[in-house]
């Protein structure tokens, strides 16, 4: 098979880089798998090892230092049958801890090349995540101050199946990166390498030392038993064409007469776990049922198992211009918490404001008409009272109707659900 | 007459289904997370890609993969979010992935309220990328806009090559509403351009009389090359500062000299001499006061803007023709006044805004109006 190298760009490392064994070492691997150019994608990220793609005549993407690894999932999704190659460094390793970590428990096949070279070459021999503590680096004495992170490790940790450390000159290199290659999932190759540009102007390191120090190393090379799982992709469609198509939203026919014409207001006042927020949908369906325009606008505290829960409804045979409420027609109040939260409302209603209440709670003085229910006396659970509160309602024809309560309820329940909806309705109808 | 509700965050995934969107990808956070809810029930079972990133740098970045392969891909977030994104975006417009990009904007700065809207990051949006080149922002004021613009949203992406965001807003995207989706006229679905038979793709080669490269995707026959580096035609890395030029003046041209084909907007009596401009959720209590008004024997002219990036300068300009005075409402402390300010010099603008998690009403505009 033909090189996959670019005539007409050829690497330009520093002399004695070794990133440019590397290169041909990728080519190699390429040529023996009988890979073409166009079923190869090289994702390639930032420093010296960010210069990778242009010299392959592959797919190359280019992107930001860290996020290699985020562009490669992303196109390797889209097109399975592309191989996909990242480069990085031990800087990009760093800076994209999050996106390695996430890529080793994902398990997406993609392999990982880390061009680890123990400084950012490009910008001046800073120190990374991999250099040594007592190493001569750009930035003075921080790197005195951290550990160097042994990512094969960490990524063992985190679930990659297939990890290798090895150094970058190793006579067998294309044959160790053929094999990534081939591997389905993602797999890692720490490479160590030198770069002569800048770590070893002021440390000393040769071929031979960087075999001493991996040959004290526990060895890593390839499988990790004990994360081997199926691949991320394939497993992905497999569930996904398992998954029930998702039903098309729900259309509701205009079946009835709305009892009001105009704009009608309702505000529930309740707590978490009163269903607030279903007994809301279910007046805006039954407005929808007599072919009245609808908003639910609802307010209720990021703990959603505690604090006060309220829903703001607007009904209307016009179009529904501002979804806010200031002087409700009806307001449903059937907690302290949530009465407390809109106390200003009570402020603008007059007595045209119907108030539907449980006993018990303190209303802030207003001239609205109040009816006191009393549902937990009838045996109703309070997390059936705001829908409760709406047969109220509707039997006496404000807002809905029991006809449009009714097809409400069948357009929002089924089965179970459904049949004790009706039970409550009927049940409040008869004894409240 | 069929309704439907929904919320403005379902009615975007549903739109974005049927504008050919088959990846997406975000990471939960309040006001956002129904739209991933929703993508993730209806994409799957499409042959559809929806994940989870790991965070919001991660989820967009999926998606600018699945972009360059050939996916129309949306992302959505908030006020948080999006300023994660920002070095994605950059990347986004400077190498020309399409991609819509959905921000449920909530009361900031920074993590701010969850649960409260604002339409606080219109600026940001605009200006929260390095090198400072347009974007195109579009700004739904119901569950109706949320489908529609989705649907011009995509169709912008693809002919234009370029992140296209939809500053929603807590109260357009919690907010569940009637919707008739039968009714909504559909824009003819656009998809990116492939280079004509007989002409050999070049990534970023502009054609005779186009002002966008066109479009091969990552993993096809033909070899794609794509870098986040200042690049010439071929896609590599240039400091030619001639090639440089001609690029960055077209990555800002194509989107200024095109902004009069998608200035989406509504207006209301034309003719007054006071003219109320808005844009988002605050539409929706402008309309309610400028009826207010007109009954009272003062009408005022409407102005919805629904294009906000690239500022659609001759739209304003004609639309105020016959007004001396116009008033900018905002829910922020004034940002988009700014651009009023500079468009139609010589006229007076006064702002009111409002950042406290509550809708502006109706009677605010009113007063702002009346009393200003
Ligand atoms: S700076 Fe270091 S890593 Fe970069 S090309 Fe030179 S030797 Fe290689």
Redesign the interface.
Known sequence: MDSLLNKD?PPVFCPGCSHKRITTALDKAFRNMGLK??EV?I?SDIGCSGLF??FF????????HG?A???????????P??KVVVTMGDGGQGIGG??L??ACRRNLDLTLLILNNFNFGMTGGQFSATTPPDAQVGSRFLNQLERPLDVCQVARSAGAPYVTRCSSYRKDLAAIIEQAIRFEGFSIIDMWGICPGRYTRSNKLTPKMIEASLGQLPPLEGVVAENARPEYGRR?RE??AR????AE??????KFDPPQIGRREVTLLGSAGQRILTAG?IL??A??SA????????????TVLRGPSISELVLSTEE?????I?KPDVIIALSQEGIDRRKSLFGSIDQDTLIIQIPGVTLPPSQATIHTVNFKSSGIRSSDWATAALVILAKSNTVLTLQMLNAALEARFSDKSLSAAKDLVEKVKDSL | MALSFMEGNEAIAWGALEAGCRFFAGYPITPATTILNTMLKILPPKGGICLQGEDEIASIGFCLGASMAGMKAMTATSGPGISLYSEQISFAVGSEIPIVIVDVQRLGPSTGSATRGADGDINFLRWGNSGGLPVIVLTPADVNDCFYLTLQAFNLAEEFRCPVFIASNKEVGMTRESIDLAAIERPAIIDRTPPPSGEAFVPFKISAGRTVPYFQPIGDTVLVRQTSSTHGPEGYITIDPDQIAANQNRLMRKLHTAVDRFSFFDSYLENSDTMILTYGVTTRAAQVAADVLKNEGRPVSLLVLKTLWPVPVNLIQKKAQKASRVVVIEMNLGQYVNEITRVLAGKRVDFYGQMDGRLITPKQIKEAVVNG
């Open positions: 760009r150019g166009n994608g994702v793609d242009t005549h592959t797919h190359a993407l280019h992107g930001l996020r690894l985020t562009y490669a999932a992303g196109i390797k999704l889209a097109r049958e592309l999050a996106h970590l996430a992905y569930l996904a998954q029930h198509p998702a939203p729900v259309k509701i026919e205009k949908e805006c369906l407005g929808l072919g009245l325009k609808a908003t639910q606008k609802n307010d209720y505290n990021i529904i211009g501002f979804t806010g200031d």
